[in-house]
C-alpha cells in the first residue's frame, strides 16, 4: 500500500465550484506539504504544517485553504475554483527525526490532476 | 529572493555515457541539496541528498556534488539506460528559512535513447 495517497486522481470542474483534494499518509511524519505543478514552472509550495496545530502559508497561498484534520491528513480547497488552478497537485511528508533531522527527503503522494473549465 | 535554477530543460545521451545535469543557487547558501526523481504523471522521488559540508556523495551509480564557490551542483548518472529516462529535480533550503521547507528546480528532462 502506497505510503501517502491523494484522492481523487484526477477532477475535472467548472468555474466558480469548491473543490476539496485530500491526502492521507501512514508513514506518521508530523510535516505535510502541499505543491503545485505546472509546465515550465516546476513545484511550487501551497501551504504546509508541521504539526496538526500547525499552518503555514506558502508562495501560492492566494485562492487555497488547508485543514489538517489528524496527523495523518491534510486537505487543500479551492473554495471558488478558476481556470487558472488548473495544475498537477502534489502532497508530501516529512519526518523531522532520525539521522538526518531536518534534512529529510520529502516523500510525494501520486498527484492529483486538476482541470478547472 | 532565494532562486535555484537547473539551466537545462532536456538533456538527450546514449545509452552507457554518463549525463551531467546542473543545478545553480543565487542569494543564498543552502545547507544542503537534494536531488529527486520525477517520472510523468507521477510524484517525485527522493535520490540523494549532499549537505554543504560534503564536497561529493554517491549511491551506485550516481553521483552528486557541491561547490559553494561556484553555488552549483552537479548530478551525475554513470553508465545511462533507458530506465533512468525521466525528470530530475534539484531542491534546496536556506538555512536561515523555515526548516523543513524546500525550493525546487524546475527539472532537467533526460533521455537515454539506446
Known amino acids: 500500500d502506497a505510503d501517502v495517497t491523494q484522492t481523487p486522481r484526477n477532477r475535472i470542474t467548472k468555474t466558480g465550484k469548491r473543490i476539496m483534494l485530500e491526502c492521507s499518509q501512514t508513514?506518521?511524519?508530523?510535516?505535510m506539504y502541499w505543491y503545485r505543478q505546472d509546465p515550465g514552472l516546476g513545484l511550487r509550495l501551497i501551504y504546509y504544517?508541521?504539526?496538526?496545530?500547525?499552518?503555514n502559508k506558502g508562495e501560492i497561498s492566494d485562492g487555497y485553504s488547508v485543514s489538517r484534520q489528524a496527523q495523518a491528513k491534510f486537505s487543500l480547497s479551492l473554495e471558488s475554483a478558476i481556470p487558472n488552478q488548473t495544475a498537477l497537485y502534489f502532497c508530501?511528508?516529512?519526518?523531522?527525526?532520525?539521522?538526518?533531522?531536518?534534512?529529510?527527503?520529502?516523500?510525494f503522494g501520486p498527484g492529483t490532476r486538476l482541470t478547472v473549465l | 529572493s532565494q532562486k535555484i535554477e537547473q539551466n537545462s530543460e532536456a538533456l538527450n545521451i546514449q545509452e552507457g555515457k554518463t549525463a551531467t545535469l546542473t543545478c545553480n543557487y543565487t542569494?543564498?547558501?543552502?545547507?544542503?541539496l537534494q536531488w529527486y526523481r520525477q517520472d510523468p504523471g507521477r510524484g517525485p522521488v527522493f535520490l540523494l541528498l549532499?549537505?554543504?559540508?560534503?564536497k561529493e556523495k554517491r549511491k551506485e551509480r550516481l553521483k552528486v556534488t557541491f561547490d559553494t564557490t561556484l553555488k552549483q551542483s552537479l548530478f551525475h548518472i554513470t553508465a545511462s539506460q533507458p530506465a533512468d529516462s525521466a525528470t530530475y529535480l534539484c531542491?534546496?533550503?536556506?538555512?536561515?528559512?523555515?526548516?523543513?521547507?524546500?525550493?525546487f528546480g524546475r527539472g532537467t528532462q533526460l533521455t537515454v535513447w539506446p
Open positions: 508530501a511528508t516529512s519526518d523531522t527525526g532520525g539521522a538526518g533531522g531536518w534534512y529529510n527527503e520529502q516523500f
Open positions: 508513514k506518521g511524519h508530523d510535516r
Open positions: 504544517s508541521f504539526d496538526v496545530k500547525d499552518i
Open positions: 542569494n543564498y547558501s543552502p545547507a544542503y
Open positions: 549532499i549537505r554543504e559540508n560534503e
Open positions: 531542491a534546496s533550503a536556506d538555512r536561515g528559512s523555515t526548516l523543513g521547507r524546500l525550493y
